[in-house]
Structures are given as structure tokens and as C-alpha cells.
């Protein structure tokens, strides 16, 4: 299935390119015509399949997973952006200005625009490698103007560089004197629109299944929550422990935004689900006025981050910084009641001691599960009496050393800032594992 799809993906503008070429095979056996409909038609068409991408069909989430989905529609963006602006100087190298490349070049306009604002604003991992520019860009992320949701109603206004998109291939002499080619663009923009609707007005009343309520909140530490959300239906939808969702709050004075949290509950529970919120940004700042009573949509699940996945490996290492214990919390339960005798081992990093969020209970789980192994570690406390520090290449060594977790049999799950997840990764595969028993979900570029 993922090779149909990158198929489908990759080679589908050869069908343009073949019906182009063979209306005029004699125009096209001149590289200085033939280059730039190439370019031409790639760019356009992979723009094409970005709406679908970026409508997140489950058929495709399922096989890649959501993080990677979203890394390759940021890659292929500028890589078709970059085709877009060599088909558009070949063009002119042959062709005088006409109605046609002026809507080309709006398209063009409007699509770099756009791009290097999410770039700037949205995919700031990249950005901190540029040195001067992530400064700046963390300037001006203060600036309520550039709020993430602005950024993506900003984002959203690629459709309109699309239609001009659109046209611009229409009035091609290729497509203005052959019906089927005409057809065939239209029949691939309707596809590319059809997804981009289906996401952005007709899936949210195919949601009133997903309503949920708020049934409690529970105060963790003085910047997180747990709340526990019940079906107006009855029962939960199936999801994985260890995967998300995409939530909708209603409720006064919180915008009705869409945003992504980790499902930190168990499947096994059938009466709610739990999501256990930091508060980070804008967004989550006002979780903490949320109501019990408050309505939830909820679009879901998502992501391949759960030990069910993997069924090949007998044993699970999780590596937890902060919050990103939520999918720990989902899996740890999960194998509490479907696999008690597993061997477990749970490392979780964090700032201060109250940011341990339900330590009783993953203290208690010891109790119930004989090979289950909890190491929480405190970095800035001096009151925690436990392992003290951050982690490190040699602590990971000697932690995952026992032979239970040394063959290829052991999965290793990792959630947490980034700076902690790029230094597991490096001393896990420094300590021999494969890069295929090393798990873990990135949503920055």
C-alpha cells in the first residue's frame, strides 16, 4: 500500500506529461519546449496532491503516520516552488508576457508568500540552525499578530493560488486545443478540491458523532491538567493508547480552535477518555478555564506512536520528557490489563518534582506488573531524593543495559523537547539499536 501511494504520488504527472507530448510530438522533441513543460506539469500536479495530504485522509495516515506526512508536505512545498520558478524562467526565455504567465505569476507570488511565512512561523526546528534568523523569529512570535492560528488561516490561503494555478494551465495552448487534456486538469484540480472541502467544511458536520463533554478536570501541578472527556453517544470511538486526536473546545472565553493532544487514556476504559494539557503557549493557557459541561468535538485517532504497532517486539524501553509522558500513561495502562508480564522500562525526565504527574500510580504499577522498571529522573529539585540530573549517553547505557533490553526484541518509544529526544536517539543508536526499534512522533521541520 505505501508503494501505491508514493506511485500514485511521484509518477502521476507522467499521464499530463505523455498526453502533452503526443498532441505535439513535434514541438516537444525540442528540449527548450520540453524542459519547461515538465517542470511545469510536476510542480503543478504535486501541488495538486498537497491539499489531499494536508486533508489528512486516514488511508495515507495510516500507512506513514501523521508527523511524517506533515514533514514531506513542507519538503515538497518548496521543492515545487523551486520547479515552479525554473519552469517560469525557461518559459520566458522563449515566450513574451501574456494573460496567461501573469496568472502564472500571482500563482507563484502568492505561493512563496505564503510558504516562507510558514517557514518562518511554523517551522521553527529548521530555523534554529540559521544563525541570526532564529532570534529574530522568536521576536517576532511575541507578536500577536503572528499568533499560529493567523499563521494557518494565512496558510489556508494557498487555495486561492490554486484557482490562479488553475487557470493559468487552462489557457495553456496544450489544453485549449485538446479536449482531454483540459479534462484531465480539471479532473485533477476537482480531486484536489474535492479533499480540500471535505476538510475544511463538510468533515466538521461528519464530527457529531465525536461529540464529547467535559466529565472533570483535575488540577495536576499548577500548569497541567488532566481532563476527562465522556461520549454524548455513549461510548468512546477505538483508538491505540499511544495515539491522538485532534480536539474542538467549547466554551467561554476560549476560541473554538482546533488543536492536537495526546489521548492519555487507555482504550481499555470505555467510559471517557483523558487528555492531559501543559500549559505551553496561547491555546493552553485557557484550558484552565474549561467548565465540566463544556462541549469537545473530537477528530480521531491518529499516528502509529504505540507499542501495538510493533507487534514483533517483546519488550518496551519508554524515554519520557515532561508532558510527553501523556502516551506513556495511555501505553503503561494499556499494558497493565493486556500484557502484565511484559518487560518494561520507564525513564522520565522532568524539571521539578511536582511536575511527576501521577507518580502514585506509576509507582504502584510496580506492584501489579513484576517486570516493569520506573526511573524518574529531576533535573532542578534539590528536594527530590531520587536520581537527580539530565540524561545522558552514559545514564541510557546503563539503564537499558539488563539483558532483557538488549536484543532486537525491545522496542524503544521516545517522547519529549526536542533537545532530550535528539539526545536519546543519538545514544541509542550509539549503543548499537537499530534505527527500526527506535519509535517516536515529530511535528517541527
Not at 527548450?32 to 511545469?40: C, E, R, S, V
Not at 504535486?46 to 508536505?73: M, N, T, V
Not at 491505540?240 to 473546545?249: E, K, V
Request: a positive charge; charged letters at 20%.
Amino acid at each position: 500500500m505505501k508503494f501505491m501511494i508514493k506511485a500514485t504520488y511521484f509518477l502521476s504527472p507522467l499521464i499530463l506529461v505523455s498526453m502533452i507530448v503526443m498532441n505535439n510530438t513535434v514541438k516537444y522533441t525540442k528540449l527548450t519546449y520540453l524542459l519547461p513543460m515538465i517542470f511545469g506539469v510536476f510542480s503543478y500536479t504535486w501541488l495538486l496532491w498537497q491539499f489531499i495530504l494536508s486533508a489528512r485522509p486516514k488511508f495515507i495516515e495510516r500507512q506513514f503516520g501523521l508527523d511524517k506526512i506533515y514533514r514531506f508536505h513542507g519538503i515538497i512545498a518548496l521543492v515545487t516552488i523551486g520547479m515552479i520558478i525554473i519552469h517560469k524562467s525557461l518559459f520566458e526565455m522563449i515566450f513574451s508576457e501574456t494573460i496567461t504567465t501573469q496568472l502564472g505569476s500571482i500563482a507563484l507570488f502568492l505561493f512563496i508568500s505564503i510558504s516562507v511565512l510558514s517557514l518562518l512561523f511554523m517551522s521553527t526546528r529548521l530555523l534554529k540552525k540559521i544563525p541570526y534568523l532564529s532570534g529574530i523569529v522568536k521576536l517576532l512570535n511575541t507578536i500577536k499578530v503572528f499568533s499560529y492560528e493567523r499563521l494557518k488561516l494565512v496558510h489556508n490561503m494557498t487555495f486561492i493560488a490554486l484557482l490562479f494555478m488553475q487557470v493559468h494551465v487552462l489557457f495553456t495552448s496544450s489544453a485549449q486545443n485538446n479536449p482531454i487534456i483540459f479534462t484531465t486538469y480539471m479532473v485533477y484540480f476537482f480531486i484536489a478540491t474535492a479533499f480540500y472541502l471535505y476538510h475544511k467544511i463538510f468533515k466538521p458536520w461528519l464530527l457529531e458523532d465525536h461529540k464529547y463533554e467535559v466529565a472533570s478536570i483535575q488540577k495536576e501541578t499548577t500548569d497541567t491538567w488532566t481532563i476527562a472527556l465522556t461520549s454524548k453517544t455513549g461510548e468512546v470511538f477505538q483508538y491505540q493508547p499511544g495515539q491522538f486526536g485532534f480536539f474542538r473546545i467549547t466554551s467561554e472565553g476560549i476560541k473554538a480552535e482546533e488543536h492536537p493532544f495526546t489521548i492519555s487514556s487507555s482504550p481499555t476504559t470505555r467510559t471517557h477518555i483523558t487528555i492531559t494539557v501543559k500549559a505551553l503557549g496561547d491555546f493552553t493557557q485557557k484550558i484552565k478555564h474549561l467548565k465540566i459541561g463544556d462541549s469537545v468535538t473530537v477528530e480521531g485517532p491518529y499516528g502509529k506512536f504505540s507499542y501495538l504497532e510493533f507487534e514483533k517486539e517483546k519488550a518496551t524501553v519508554f524515554v519520557a520528557g515532561g508532558v510527553g509522558i501523556t502516551p506513556v500513561l495511555s501505553m503503561v495502562n494499556h499494558m497493565l490489563y493486556k500484557d502484565t508480564q511484559r518487560h518494561v522500562l520507564l525513564i522520565w525526565s522532568v524539571k521539578k518534582k511536582e511536575d511527576l504527574i501521577q507518580l502514585t500510580d506509576l509507582e504502584a504499577l510496580k506492584k501489579r506488573m513484576p517486570n516493569f522498571i520506573f526511573i524518574p529522573v529531576v533535573s532542578s529539585d534539590d528536594t527530590w531524593t531520587g536520581e537527580r540530573g539530565r540524561l545522558d549517553y552514559h545514564r541510557m547505557k546503563t539503564w537499558t543495559a539488563p539483558p532483557q533490553f538488549a536484543d532486537q526484541s525491545t522496542g524503544y518509544f521516545v517522547c519529549g523537547p526536542e533537545n532530550l529526544m535528539k539526545m536519546t536517539v543519538s545514544s541509542l543508536k550509539q549503543l548499537g539499536i537499530s534505527k527500526n526499534q527506535i519509535h517516536y512522533e515529530q511535528f517541527t521541520v
